[in-house]
């Protein structure tokens, strides 16, 4: 299995909700990542946990806040977001953090309205 | 200050090689090239990874001169479906830390 997992495809929230983004990977990979990308931009990193924890924030807004309940699991806790946050949110899993050799799901479209 | 350059599109032809290249004057001395497709909604996908000289897979080549400042992406013999943006992934020092820095992103267009 070779696959990283997002739930869900699509998701429209207005600035009062609360959702998550759900990712899960059984490749045994002990680096998982979420990853910000606007339209015809590359992908922007914002956390990585190795080995359960996280190991890098790229200084992101609080309203965003990472949870990595297992090595397969990650999820994006979603909170007050601001329309500018309308994205397509990538997770992305490899071996360990020093291996360049990402595995993406296809990522969640998000509409902050 | 470490910056990872490619052309912002390219246009093709069904059947002709495409070379891509991508500019890293600063890359970390023990670190890979990493080359990745994306397509619209999708996420990226791993092409091909080198470290030196020329890696070849069964999608792609990867040329690395000597210096390592620069890598060349070749798609032999492109179809329709190989139109997507085509993204290098450099590793940089920075500091103690390690940081990844992706290319724009080249937008492929691959005409009948």
């Known amino acids: 299995d070779t696959e990283v997992t997002q739930t869900p495809k699509h998701l429209v929230m207005g600035m009062t909700n609360k959702k998550s983004l759900k990712c899960e990977q059984h490749?045994?990979?002990?680096?998982m990542y979420w990853y910000k990308q606007k339209a015809k931009k590359p992908p922007e990193l914002m956390f990585v946990?190795?080995?359960?924890?996280?190991?890098i924030n790229e200084s992101v807004p609080s309203r965003f806040s990472p949870e990595c309940p297992n090595s397969s699991l990650l999820n994006l806790h979603l909170h007050a977001l601001q329309p500018e946050d309308s994205a397509l949110y990538l997770c992305?899993?490899?071996?360990?953090?020093?291996?360049?050799?990402?595995?993406f799901g296809s990522g969640t479209q998000l509409s902050v309205l | 200050l470490a910056k990872t350059t490619q052309p912002i599109s390219m246009d093709s032809y069904e059947g002709q090689e495409v070379n891509i290249t991508c500019s890293h004057n600063?890359?970390?001395?023990?670190?890979?090239i990493t080359w990745y497709q994306q397509f619209p909604s999708q996420g990226p996908r791993f092409i091909i990874q080198?470290?030196?000289?020329?890696v070849t897979n069964e999608v792609a080549s990867l040329f690395i001169p000597a210096d390592r400042k620069s890598s060349t992406l070749s798609l032999p013999r492109v179809s329709l479906s190989d139109t997507a943006v085509y993204y290098c992934?450099?590793?940089?020092?920075?500091?103690?830390?390690?940081?990844?820095?992706w290319g724009l992103g080249t937008s492929l267009a691959v005409n009948p």
């Open positions: 992934l450099v590793a940089y020092n920075a500091g103690n830390n390690r940081k990844l820095i």
């Open positions: 080198g470290y030196k000289t020329k």
């Open positions: 600063n890359i970390a001395t023990n670190d890979y």
């Open positions: 992305a899993s490899s071996l360990d953090t020093f291996n360049e050799k990402l595995f």
């Open positions: 946990y190795s080995y359960e924890k996280l190991s």
């Open positions: 490749m045994g990979h002990r680096a």
